[in-house]
T-cell receptor
């Protein structure tokens, strides 16, 4: 089935710096790639998504880029703030097994004040 | 504001008990999902439903069943709880097909003793 991997597993950044998390996927037919943010004690929250017909999408301080040839997509957070500290999950909509989202295992991002 | 509400934040049940986890969404979404979240394993799909009275197995359905009698409500049932079902359970609903643009509930942390 689809295999979604996230790197690095943990990322520490100084407040104000940028953070980049990369995800790779295996199903070349995948066409939808969301990013979720999960704060402690809460459910995942959709923060941005991208479809395969677009190479980049931005929403204020966050952006997602997609490289279909290399089968990877990345989350970019600029001007990081302490409230950006969370676990971030990427996912890919795969055609394996009746079309469903396959999630990565998550990245812990720590923003150091 | 969109809302997915899970009936309990924390539950403690005994081995062998029948357990009901309830989820309600107020967005009139047709698609609803139950995931299980475990450290190091990410989110794994248990069951999903694309319509009332309709259900499909996810990746790890063994030991679980579901019920969708009304569009807004999706219940997860542990027929006979076991200790290896101790986990965080997350419900989601989506506007798009197959889980695109999905919104998650806050999660239910279930402990089976």
């Amino acid at each position: 089935g689809e295999n979604v991997e996230q790197h690095p597993s943990t990322l520490s950044v100084q407040e104000g710096d940028s953070a980049v998390i990369k995800c790779t996927y295996s199903d070349s037919a995948s066409n939808y790639f969301p990013w979720y943010k999960q704060e402690l004690g809460k459910g995942p929250q959709l923060i941005i998504d991208i479809r395969s017909n677009v190479g980049e999408k931005k929403d204020q301080r966050i952006a997602v880029t997609l490289n279909k040839t290399a089968k990877h997509f990345s989350l970019h957070i600029t001007e990081t703030q302490p409230e950006d500290s969370a676990v971030y999950f990427c996912a890919a909509l795969t055609s394996y097994g009746n079309n469903r989202l396959a999630f990565g295992k998550g990245n812990q991002v720590v923003v150091i004040p | 504001d969109v809302k997915v509400t899970q009936s309990s934040r924390y539950l403690v049940k005994r081995t062998g008990e029948k357990v009901f986890l309830e989820c309600v969404q107020d967005m009139d979404h047709e698609n609803m999902f139950w995931y299980r979240q475990d450290p190091g394993l990410g989110l794994r799909l248990i069951y999903f439903s694309y319509d009332v009275k309709m259900k499909e197995k996810g990746d790890i359905p063994e030991g679980y069943s579901v019920s969708r009698e009304k569009k807004e409500r999706f219940s997860l049932i542990l027929e006979s709880a076991s200790t290896n079902q101790t986990s965080m359970y997350l419900c989601a609903s989506s506007l798009g097909t197959f889980g695109t643009e999905a919104f998650f509930g806050q999660g239910t942390r279930l402990t089976v003793v």
